[in-house]
């Protein structure tokens, strides 16, 4: 049974950190590439930043880039998403996901809300 579990989220002022961090079982995690996606309020999900299978490429959404890191630990089958300097247009729900070829999993997703 394939499973994503986010945690980390959570409630911050603005300048503050999280680190997300989403644990996997059920696939060959190694050969998956890793991303995160949030989903603010009445706006589409988004891709936020995403890390190869091997770990050597990543990308970020222009609007987290030199905030945001993304990381993958093979020990444990888990991403990790760091966030720095959190502004109040960071809250959103944010979205665990595996991706390889045309196969996806999801996480259920957890809060981040930045707010003064």
């Known amino acids: 049974q394939v499973q994503l579990v986010e945690s980390g989220g959570g409630s911050v002022q603005p300048g503050g950190s999280l680190r997300l961090s989403c644990a996997t079982s059920?696939?060959?995690?190694?050969?998956?590439?890793m991303r995160w996606f949030r989903q603010a309020p009445g706006k589409e999900r988004e891709l936020v930043a995403s890390?190869?299978?091997?770990?050597?490429?990543?990308y970020y959404t222009p609007a987290v880039k030199g905030r945001f890191t993304i990381s993958r630990d093979r020990s444990n089958n888990s991403v990790a998403l760091q966030m720095n300097s959190l502004q109040p247009e960071d809250t959103a729900v944010y979205y665990c996901?595996?991706?390889?070829?045309?196969?996806?999993?999801w996480g259920q997703g957890t809060q981040v809300t930045v707010s003064s």
């Open positions: 890390i190869s299978s091997a770990g050597y490429n990543t």
């Open positions: 059920g696939f060959f995690f190694s050969d998956y590439a």
């Open positions: 996901n595996a991706k390889r070829d045309r196969i996806e999993y």
